[in-house]
């Protein structure tokens, strides 16, 4: 027995294979079904499937000028780092993220150094840029993201209110 499947594994499978038979009861049509005969009410002149397909044509321009355009914001992470260990927690949720910004303002940063090198490596590699944005204050962004975009002046804005 075991001599024949090793056989037949060494030879394969050279019978054709064979076909399994499915009852038609399985099988449910979706959608209509056409008549296989035509009414005398129900047939329709040339014009007036020409006025249809210019109706529909209409329909299609009017829903093509009824575009919005809305902005897509990046997605912003905003951490606080309280322990050197937290920087190894923040990098699993890094990724779904466009912006990150993390303040280690609460660490010394003498003891936070060799981690903020392995972070810095660690971005490096999934294309985020680096730039401090205040003492103890760390901003990183993809490079796709173009953050001139949402700059705004403080000052302008104020005085909009």
């Given amino acids: 027995m075991v001599i024949k499947k090793i056989i037949k594994k060494i030879r394969g499978?050279?019978?054709?294979?064979?076909?399994?038979?499915?009852?038609?009861e399985e099988y449910i049509v979706i959608g209509e079904e056409k008549p296989a005969y035509i009414l005398e009410d129900?047939?329709?002149?040339?014009?007036?499937?020409?006025?249809?397909e210019d109706k529909k044509k209409e329909e299609v321009k009017e829903i093509e000028e009824v575009?919005?355009?809305?902005k897509i914001l990046p997605k912003l992470y905003v951490v606080r780092i309280k322990h050197p260990l937290d920087f190894e927690n923040i990098k699993d949720r890094i990724p779904e993220y466009d912006v990150v910004i993390v303040n280690f303002e609460e660490v010394p940063f003498e003891s936070i150094i060799k981690e903020l090198n392995e972070f810095r490596d660690y971005m490096e590699v999934l294309n985020y840029r680096l730039g401090f944005v205040a003492e103890g204050v760390l901003l990183a962004y993809r490079d796709d993201v173009v953050l001139e975009k949402y700059v705004s002046n403080i000052a302008d804005d104020a005085e909009n209110v």
């Fill in 13 to 24: 499978n050279k019978d054709l294979p064979t076909p399994v038979e499915v009852p038609d």
């Fill in 42 to 52: 129900e047939t329709e002149t040339e014009s007036e499937i020409l006025e249809f």
């Fill in 67 to 70: 575009v919005k355009v809305e």
